[in-house]
């Protein structure tokens, strides 16, 4: 596990922009649905994680 506070700065930069560029994918990826199937495939899905659970 890499310790933030003994990282050298190029080190804690990388791990911003990949966790940066991580966010902007899962982002990007969830407009595309949105924009694909608009709300109904959120609206089952939230549907299907609240039966699993039960």
């Known amino acids: 596990m890499?310790?933030?506070?003994?990282a050298s700065p190029r080190q804690v930069t990388r791990?911003?922009?990949?966790?940066g560029a991580?966010?902007?994918?899962?982002?990007?990826g969830t407009l595309?649905?949105?924009?694909?199937?608009?709300t109904a495939v959120f609206y089952e899905m939230i549907l299907a994680g609240i039966a699993a659970c039960f």
């Open 2 to 6: 890499l310790d933030l506070a003994s």
């Open 15 to 19: 791990l911003l922009v990949i966790a």
């Open 22 to 28: 991580t966010a902007g994918i899962l982002v990007a």
């Open 32 to 38: 595309v649905l949105w924009a694909r199937y608009g």
